[in-house]
């Protein structure tokens, strides 16, 4: 067998492992986006969290018993916000994961949220990559800095990207699908569970 042939064969299950994680990972974001809005509309607005508090703890023990952990009080008001900061449901990434996402919501300047948001996606940041820009202010430093090639070119020396494997054991995607972080799943268990949620 060719070196050349093996290669392209590799690349196909590669794309096609990506395509399945974002697909399965968007389908969290999307319903994570929904959870939060339809909080915010049962507590009445924005502004009526305090009645939320009850709400969130019932809400919270009723999704463990029927969904199993990954909906704590925390996670659900991270779910509120969520919808809160990004409220055009449209123009969420489908590239970004729930974790970038909980990365972005803690950028309070809406610009410099866009921004890496933006840089995430085009330079296909890790969620290390992006807080590691956030928390160096790469925005800020980019808007005052006179030499904006070189503070540029730091970004290019990062780490590399998360491979297929790591993306599809992503321990929040596969407490959204409903399995365990284990080594020993299969690879048909995975192909269901996608199938289910798709």
Same mark, same amino acid.
């Given at each position: 067998?060719?070196?050349?042939?093996?290669?392209?064969?590799?690349?196909?299950?590669?794309?096609?492992?990506?395509?399945?994680?974002?697909?399965?990972?968007?389908?969290?974001?999307?319903?994570?986006?929904?959870?939060?809005?339809?909080?915010?509309?049962?507590? !009445? !607005?924005?502004?009526?969290?305090?009645?939320?508090?009850?709400?969130?703890?019932?809400?919270?023990?009723?999704? %463990?018993?029927?969904?199993?952990?990954?909906?704590?009080?925390?996670?659900?008001?991270?779910?509120?916000?969520?919808?809160?900061?990004?409220?055009?449901?449209?123009?969420?990434?489908?590239?970004?994961?729930?974790?970038?996402?909980?990365?972005?919501?803690?950028?309070?300047?809406?610009?410099?949220?866009?921004?890496?948001?933006?840089?995430?996606?085009?330079?296909?940041?890790? %969620?290390?990559?992006?807080?590691?820009?956030?928390?160096?202010?790469?925005?800020?430093?980019?808007?005052?800095?006179?030499?904006?090639?070189?503070?540029?070119?730091?970004?290019?020396?990062?780490?590399?990207?998360? %491979?297929?494997?790591?993306?599809?054991?992503?321990?929040?995607?596969?407490?959204?699908?409903?399995?365990?972080?284990?080594?020993?799943?299969?690879?048909?268990?995975?192909?269901?569970?996608?199938?289910?949620?798709?």
């Amino acid at each position: 067998m060719n070196n050349k042939f093996y290669e392209g064969i590799k690349k196909i299950l590669a794309s096609a492992r990506n395509r399945a994680y974002q697909a399965a990972n968007f389908a969290m974001v999307e319903s994570y986006w929904q959870i939060g809005k339809s909080i915010v509309v049962e507590q !009445g !607005g924005a502004e009526r969290a305090e009645y939320g508090v009850g709400l969130l703890k019932e809400l919270s023990a009723r999704l %463990t018993a029927d969904f199993g952990k990954g909906f704590t009080v925390a996670n659900l008001k991270n779910m509120r916000q969520f919808y809160l900061t990004f409220p055009n449901g449209y123009a969420l990434r489908s590239e970004l994961s729930w974790t970038h996402y909980r990365l972005l919501m803690r950028v309070e300047n809406q610009a410099a949220r866009l921004f890496y948001m933006e840089e995430a996606v085009s330079s296909q940041w890790s %969620t290390r990559q992006l807080d590691r820009q956030i928390n160096s202010f790469l925005y800020e430093r980019l808007l005052s800095s006179k030499n904006k090639e070189a503070v540029g070119k730091e970004v290019l020396h990062l780490e590399a990207s998360k %491979t297929s494997e790591d993306l599809i054991r992503d321990p929040y995607v596969l407490e959204f699908l409903g399995l365990s972080p284990r080594d020993d799943f299969y690879e048909s268990d995975l192909e269901q569970v996608l199938i289910t949620h798709l």
